[in-house]
């Protein structure tokens, strides 16, 4: 049974690096050849402090939470049942683009959660997970939006 | 590498420059090792078929990161404001994805000029593993 009293609630907070080694490792990965990613004076050129981050490298953030698996921390947490979960749609806002070098404060939120009918009868609950990247002088500059589905 | 796009220059129902990769395991381990996703459904093949799947499948954020090149080669770098993926169907090794996306709204709002697109990932039996969205931000001429 999920625990619907945990919507809107904090989870963990975090230190978030953005480190120049990891940026192009993820960049290989979607195999996304843009010097934008790995040549620092090709980004500084571009005017940029150094090279930047892909639009979906935030959850890498992984790497920096203190969990053995912090997706399947939050399903426990919420009485999720793992098996039956899928991630159903992520969201990525950005304020201004995130370079190597940064290190921002990360918040790991339980957003809203909500049930819709199935189209094949049963009930989805529909579980958001969102994290927000703050700077340091505390403004808000990026959050990811998860929404994980439960399927009844 | 990339031009720079105006917001003048853009057209809507413009299509964005696309491609396409044929997915194999080892497309999905870098990107397991990349990304922070250890979960075992999408390398141990063993535990797969255990859990009644015919192989590995890929974990969407893989597929889905590819897809960002659609809309940042096409803008310019740093210009994504959102960047939104739903996750509709799974992808197996061999796979081939096609990378695809269009304008479909150019607007001011906020002191800033936008771009609205629709980006999606189709296999190569039509089915669509991935719906999304993107909005940038553009310079303006003015």
Redesign the interface.
């Known amino acids: 049974m999920i625990n619907i009293n945990m919507a809107n609630t904090k989870f963990k907070s975090f230190q978030f690096p953005f480190e120049k080694g ?1 940026i192009r ?2 960049a ?5 050849p ?3 990613y790995r040549d620092s004076q ?1 980004a500084k050129s ?3 402090s150094d090279v ?1 981050i ?3 490298f935030p ?2 953030a ?2 920096h939470v203190e969990s053995d ?1 912090i997706v399947l921390e939050v399903m426990q947490k919420l009485g999720m049942d793992p098996i039956k979960s ?9 304020e ?2 995130i370079c190597a070098g940064e290190s921002l404060r990360g918040e790991i939120n339980i957003g809203n959660i909500y049930e819709k009918a199935g189209k094949r009868g049963g009930t989805m609950t529909f579980v958001e997970l969102e994290i927000k990247l703050f700077d340091t002088t505390d403004r808000l500059v990026a959050i990811v939006r998860n929404t994980f589905i439960e399927k009844g | 590498m990339n031009e720079i796009k105006y917001f003048e220059d853009v057209k809507e129902e413009e299509q964005l420059p696309g491609f396409q990769h044929t997915i194999t395991r080892t497309h999905i381990v870098k990107y397991a090792g990349a990304g922070g996703d250890f979960n075992p459904i999408h390398h141990d093949e063993e535990l797969a078929k255990m859990a009644g799947l015919p192989s590995v499948f890929a974990m969407g954020l893989m597929h889905g990161g590819m897809l960002s090149r659609v809309v940042t080669d096409w803008a310019g770098d740093g210009c994504v404001k959102k960047y939104k993926i739903r996750f509709k169907g799974m992808v197996w090794p061999h796979d081939t994805l096609s990378f695809q996306g269009k304008v479909v709204r150019k607007y001011r709002e906020g002191g800033e000029s936008l771009v609205n697109c629709e980006i999606t990932v189709v296999n190569q039996k039509g089915e669509q593993n991935i719906e999304g969205e993107a909005t940038v931000r553009l310079p303006s001429r003015k």
């Open positions: 990891k490792e993820f290989n990965a979607i195999y996304d843009n010097p934008i090709y571009q005017g940029f930047i892909p639009p979906t959850m890498t992984l790497f698996n899928v991630h159903g749609e992520i969201e990525y806002t950005y201004r683009p």
